[in-house]
């Protein structure tokens, strides 16, 4: 069935839905996109090469077909994450070609590694799939990973500004999409050590201000802030494509510019940039990374001032701004840049939790610890101990790609690579390169990439 038709039966269908097919309010949270630009709400029902994709809606009394050519990615809604969170050897798998699996490591040999996982039991991957193997022996401490909707959202009153078009965030696939002056806010329960991460794109030219530990999920009219209610002093981090700049904004008194503004050295022409911002009240700062590189760290000459939990979004009414993948977790306080070691064309190397590193051949992980030669004896390195074990990239063995493959992305963390055999209500069947078949419970997964 061509898209535009299928489209327009589903838009002008006014069929009762069977019992058999009917949608929960949690299918219509899912959104398939296709490659003209369309998107539907519904609920994927089922995938096979044969017929395609499967798509429901509650005015259908059956599903309708779309040849998956014409999709390029499905959002499958708000799902729990799946995570190996409570085990003593939580361990991230880092795959050369970009895939990623989190679960309880079990075992490592000359050629194979055990992984435990929530959404696919017990799997066996080739070592030489292996790129880095990231010990995390407790959670990540994330706080709030992805958005999904923005039903717990406050959208802000932003009629007072003047001289400006005003208008409202707007939620869609994943992203908050704003092109005129709008507030959005929401409490997240933050503590004073956090790090926030999101991809930022925009049209021609952006102005943005995220209010930092506020509790107020109205925007603030900083010229009239002694008639605004009652609001604990937060910090207001504002960005344009040229320059950045803090400020530490109070209920009464003076606002305080920390130091000057940063200039932003974009490379011209560009339109995206992965941010992350760090908050820490032992550091007494705020500090902006942007595609990986530390611009600046704010120090608070008069200590930690923030008093709020929640995080705010003004667009101020310039350009075109969508905001994806936001991500916000705990933060240690200790290092700006987590430390990392590359990988060595003929040794493996690992980095320990006091920054130590030690280099050999990588021989096992059993009985839960890890084993390396070096220097004509064989270490053992307790579980706790290792923050890093990168592989030498002459253990490597390339995959042809596959043309028809697909990316599913989990909920929590991870991904994987590979052709889409089939998708039910309760899993969906994988064709991995170098893994081989693997089934997936569909409850892990937030996202298909075509």
Not at 202 to 224: K, M, R, V, Y
Request: aromatic share 8%.
């Amino acid at each position: 069935m061509r898209i535009a038709a299928a489209i327009a039966i589903l838009l002008g269908a006014c069929f009762q839905a069977s019992a058999a097919t009917t949608v929960t309010n949690k299918g219509l949270q899912e959104t398939v996109l296709f490659r003209n630009g369309d998107s539907l709400k519904g609920e994927l029902i089922s995938f096979d090469r044969t017929n395609g994709i499967a798509w429901m809606r509650p005015e259908l009394k059956k599903p309708v077909h779309f040849d998956f050519g014409s999709v390029t990615e499905i959002y499958l809604g708000t799902r729990p994450a799946m995570d190996a969170a409570d085990s003593p050897t939580r361990t991230v798998l880092e795959f050369h070609n970009g895939n990623e699996l989190v679960g309880s490591l079990l075992s490592i040999t000359n050629d194979r590694v055990m992984l435990d996982t929530a959404y696919a039991g017990k799997l066996k991957i080739p070592l030489d799939q292996v790129a880095t193997i990231l010990p995390r022996a407790r959670h990540d401490g994330v706080i709030f990973n992805a958005l999904h909707d923005d039903k717990d959202w406050t959208h802000g009153d932003m009629s007072v500004i003047q001289g400006v078009a005003v208008g409202d965030w707007m939620y869609h696939n994943g992203s908050l999409v704003g092109g005129a002056a709008a507030s959005v806010a929401r409490g997240m329960n933050l503590p004073f050590q956090m790090r926030m991460d999101f991809d930022m794109y925009w049209q021609n030219s952006f102005q943005i201000a995220i209010g930092l530990h506020t509790d107020s999920l109205e925007p603030i009219s900083l010229n009239a802030r002694e008639q605004e209610p009652d609001f604990a002093p937060f910090y207001s981090f504002a960005m344009s494509q040229s320059v950045a700049y803090l400020r530490l904004v109070p209920k009464t008194g003076p606002i305080r510019q920390l130091g000057q503004p940063e200039i932003l050295r974009l490379t011209p022409g560009t339109n995206h940039a992965k941010v992350s911002i760090f908050t820490s009240d032992v550091r007494k700062s705020v500090a902006l990374m942007m595609n990986g590189r530390l611009i600046r760290e704010w120090i608070d000459p008069q200590g930690w001032s923030a008093g709020g939990r929640g995080v705010r979004f003004v667009h101020q009414g310039f350009g075109n701004v969508r905001i994806a993948n936001l991500r916000v977790k705990k933060w240690d306080g200790k290092s700006l840049t987590p430390p990392r070691v590359q990988a060595n064309a003929n040794v493996d190397v690992m980095l320990f939790r006091d920054t130590a590193i030690l280099a050999g051949q990588f021989a096992a992980f059993t009985n839960g610890a890890f084993h390396l030669s070096t220097g004509g004896a064989v270490k053992t390195i307790p579980f706790n101990e290792l923050n890093q074990l990168s592989l030498a990239t002459q253990r490597r063995r390339a995959m042809t790609n596959d043309t028809n493959q697909v990316t599913v992305y989990f909920t929590g963390r991870g991904r994987l690579t590979g052709q889409l055999k089939g998708w039910g209500r309760d899993k969906a069947e994988l064709s991995v390169p170098g893994v081989g078949d693997v089934s997936v419970r569909a409850q892990a997964l937030g996202r298909i990439k075509f």
